[in-house]
C-alpha cells in the first residue's frame, strides 16, 4: 500500500516565525489532503490539494503530484497554529495518514 | 449547514461491556468511513460504508468491530466485548462521492477501564 512520510517530526517555533512541512508518499494518489489536529483533538481540514498550489490565509500549500511530495507552509505563526499536521493521501482506496508533524508555538 | 456529527464526545466503559459510536454525515454525503486513533499515532482506516453497504472493511478487526449505514439514520460502529486496547479516538468522515475529498466530525473519545 501506499505509504506516507513526514517531516520534521517535532517543530519548535517562536511566534512570527515561518514554518515548512513536507509529506512525501510513495505512489500515484489522487486525493491528498492537509490536516490540523488542535490540542482538543479535533480534525479541521486545512486543503485538498491532490495537485497545484492554494492559498488560505497565512496557510499555503503545494502539490508536485509527478514527484510524489507535497507541502504545508505556515507564515507568521501565532500560537493558535500548535498542534499536530497530519497529511493523508489515496488513490481510489482508503486514506492513509502520515504520523504528523507536532508543532509547538511559543510567544 | 451542519458538518460531520458525532456523538457522544466521550464514551467510557468497563472491560466486557458493549460500546456504539454514532456517525450523522454531512448533509448530502452518502459516503462514510472511520477511523481510529490510537494515542501519539496517526489516524488508521477501519471501514468504508455506502448507504446499506460495506464497501471495504479491510481495517476492521475480524472479531468483537461491526459497522453499519441504515437505510435511515447515522453510521453505527459497534465495539462488543471492549478491552483496554479499544481505547482511542474513533473519527467518522464522509464524503459527496467515493474516495474522494473527506470531512471529519469531532471523534469519540472511548476509555475503556
Known amino acids: 500500500g501506499i505509504q506516507v512520510e513526514q517531516s520534521p517530526p517535532d517543530l519548535i517555533l517562536q511566534e512570527g516565525a515561518n514554518s515548512t512541512l513536507r509529506c512525501n508518499f510513495s505512489d500515484s494518489v489522487n486525493n491528498l489532503q492537509w490536516f490540523h489536529q488542535n490540542p482538543w483533538g479535533q480534525l479541521i481540514n486545512l486543503f485538498y490539494i491532490p495537485s497545484g498550489t492554494k492559498q488560505n490565509g497565512r496557510l499555503s500549500a503545494t502539490t508536485v503530484a509527478t514527484e510524489r511530495y507535497s507541502l504545508l507552509y505556515i507564515s507568521s505563526s501565532q500560537t493558535t497554529d500548535s498542534g499536530v499536521y497530519f497529511c493523508a493521501v489515496s488513490g481510489n482506496t482508503p486514506l492513509v495518514f502520515g504520523k504528523g508533524t507536532r508543532l509547538s508555538v511559543i510567544a | 449547514n451542519a458538518g460531520v456529527m458525532q456523538n457522544p464526545r466521550h464514551l467510557v466503559r468497563r472491560r466486557g461491556q458493549e460500546a456504539r459510536l454514532r456517525c450523522s454525515p454531512m448533509k448530502g454525503h452518502s459516503h462514510v468511513y472511520w477511523y481510529r486513533q490510537l494515542p501519539e499515532e496517526g489516524l488508521k482506516f477501519m471501514v468504508y460504508l455506502q448507504k446499506e453497504n460495506i464497501i471495504d472493511e479491510s481495517g476492521m478487526p475480524k472479531e468483537r468491530f461491526s459497522a453499519e449505514f441504515p437505510k435511515e439514520g447515522p453510521s453505527i460502529l459497534r465495539i462488543q466485548q471492549v478491552v483496554r486496547g479499544d481505547s482511542a479516538a474513533y473519527f467518522c468522515?464522509?464524503?459527496?462521492?467515493?474516495?474522494?475529498?473527506?470531512?471529519f466530525g469531532a471523534g469519540t473519545r472511548l476509555s475503556v477501564l
Open positions: 468522515a464522509s464524503s459527496p462521492t467515493g474516495w474522494n475529498i473527506q470531512y
